[in-house]
C-alpha cells in the first residue's frame, strides 16, 4: 500500500491498482466488452493491453523502471544478469538494469537464422543467476520458451518479473510446471477491482470479464 496525491488529497492505493490507472490513462490498457478484440491466438479478449504504450510517457516510464528494480531487489537479491524477452520486454529490462549496475541481455523468441545464430544476445556465463523482465503474461508459453532458451546455455533463472499479467489459470499451471516464479507490478485482479470502483465497468460486465477470465479461450462475449 502506498500513499499518493490526486490533486485533492491524499489517497491510499495499492501499487497493483495505481499502474493499472496509469496504464487506462494513457490507453495501455482497454476495455470494451461491445466490440471485443482478436488476439494473434484466435481468442476474442474484452481486453487489451499493450504496454509498449509507457515508453512514451516519461513519468510512467521512471515508474516502472523504479518499480522493476525495486521487486528485483526485494525477490531476488543476489540477481547477477537481467534478461529481457524480445522484443517489448528489451526496453523495460534494460531500464530496470541500469538502475541496478547489472549485466543486460535478452532473449530472441528463436534463434536467428543468419550470422552466429544466436537466441541469446549478450554476454551470459554458464551458471550465472539471470531475472527475466518481460512486459506482458498472458498463456505463459512465450515467456517461459524464454527461460528454456536461458536454461539451455546454463543460466540459473531465478524467476521472472513484469509489468501485468492477465492471471489466466493456463499460466498459473505452466509457471509453477517450470518451476519459475512470477512477479508483476500490476495484474488483472487489481484492473477489475479499480474499474469497478472508478465505475468503468457495472457488476454485470465485471462478471463476464471474470468469467473471460477464467477461460478465455471458450468466451464469446
Known amino acids: 500500500m502506498k500513499v499518493y496525491l490526486n490533486g485533492v488529497g491524499l489517497v491510499f492505493m495499492s501499487t497493483s491498482k495505481h499502474f ?16 471485443p478484440y482478436t488476439w494473434a491466438s484466435g481468442w476474442n479478449s474484452p481486453v487489451y493491453c499493450d504496454n509498449r504504450k509507457v515508453l512514451s510517457y516519461p513519468y510512467v516510464r521512471d515508474f516502472v523502471k523504479s518499480e522493476l528494480a525495486n521487486m528485483v531487489l ?17 526496453a523495460i529490462g534494460v531500464m530496470a538494469a541500469d538502475l541496478l549496475k547489472l549485466p543486460f541481455i535478452y532473449v530472441r523468441s528463436k534463434p536467428k537464422e543468419h550470422g552466429m545464430g544466436n537466441q541469446v544476445e549478450g554476454v551470459l556465463e554458464a551458471g550465472q543467476k539471470v531475472v527475466v523482465i518481460e512486459d506482458l503474461i498472458s498463456t505463459g508459453k512465450s515467456s517461459l520458451q524464454v527461460v528454456d532458451a536461458l536454461r539451455a546455455q ?3 533463472v531465478m524467476g521472472m518479473c513484469g509489468l501485468f ?8 499451471e505452466a509457471f509453477a510446471s517450470a518451476g519459475v516464479q512470477l512477479h508483476t507490478i500490476s495484474n488483472y485482479k487489481a484492473l477489475m477491482e479499480l474499474a469497478e ?12 470479464l471474470e468469467q473471460w477470465r477464467v477461460s478465455p479461450a471458450d468466451w464469446k462475449g
Open 154 to 156: 546454463g543460466a540459473l
Open 20 to 35: 493499472a490507472e496509469k496504464l487506462l490513462q494513457i490507453k495501455a490498457l482497454q476495455i470494451n466488452l461491445q466490440k
Open 165 to 172: 499479467t492477465y492471471g489466466f489459470p493456463v499460466a498459473d
Open 197 to 208: 470502483e472508478k465505475k468503468i465497468v457495472t457488476q454485470e460486465q465485471a462478471i463476464k
Open 74 to 90: 526485494e525477490h531476488y537479491p543476489d540477481a547477477e544478469v537481467i534478461a529481457g524477452v524480445a522484443t517489448a520486454g528489451i
